[in-house]
């Protein structure tokens, strides 16, 4: 059994402010307040792809986050939502919070999409704050702060072929021709204690 491991922090996008805006138009008298909400931030979603065979992907990577929300804006014009982030993962993968251990996903399903932070909600522009007492707010709300987890990412695998020798005997080399590299790209990946998974495309079982 070959457990695919990686640790790294998620953080969903922080949502935009509000914008303090006043109608400003030739001919219109007493223009009130117009400005527009933020944009939401980005979510974080969890992708199984079952063309995706390991972490490698996110190997190195110590933190991830999808984009804040935009501002608001004049006009009534609501900022733009941040992008999500998506992290595709083979099938078998499992979300554990790193401080708790506790299970908080688990991927196992073809095109299983699941939401797993959620971005910060917009700002409301200074449009919302008009009332018969106030009628020229000059106050927005700020938007709401993103959503952060450092988790671990555990891959169960049983390898197919397992490549064990003494060092200096050609398994870098091995690697490398099957993977149609060149150089010592691989050199430093296989003279480890703990196993190192590797991908060798299909032509070499034929």
Not at 116 to 138: D, V
């Amino acid at each position: 059994m070959f457990i695919d491991s990686v640790k790294l922090t998620l953080s969903s996008g922080h949502g935009g402010a509000g914008a303090v805006s006043f109608r400003r138009e030739k001919h219109v008298i007493l223009g009130g307040p117009d400005g527009g909400d933020g944009g939401d931030g980005g979510d974080v979603y969890f992708v199984c792809d079952n063309n995706t065979h390991t972490l490698a992907n996110y190997k190195g990577k110590k933190a991830m986050r999808a984009s804040d929300g935009e501002a608001g804006m004049g006009k009534r014009m609501t900022g733009k939502k941040g992008e999500s982030l998506e992290l595709i993962v083979p099938p078998g993968t499992a979300v554990y919070d790193a401080q708790t251990n506790e299970l908080l996903c688990d991927m196992v399903e073809e095109g299983q999409r699941t939401l797993f932070l959620k971005g910060g909600k917009g700002g409301l522009g200074n449009f919302h704050f008009k009332n018969s007492i106030n009628q020229a707010p000059e106050y927005a709300q700020k938007g709401m702060p993103e959503e952060s987890v450092e988790v671990r990412l555990e891959l169960k695998l049983i390898a197919d072929v397992g490549l064990v020798g003494f060092p200096n005997v050609g398994k870098s080399t091995l690697i490398s021709a099957g993977q149609g590299r060149t150089g010592r790209r691989t050199a430093l990946l296989t003279g480890r204690i703990s196993p190192q998974l590797h991908l060798l495309p299909l032509r070499w079982h034929r």
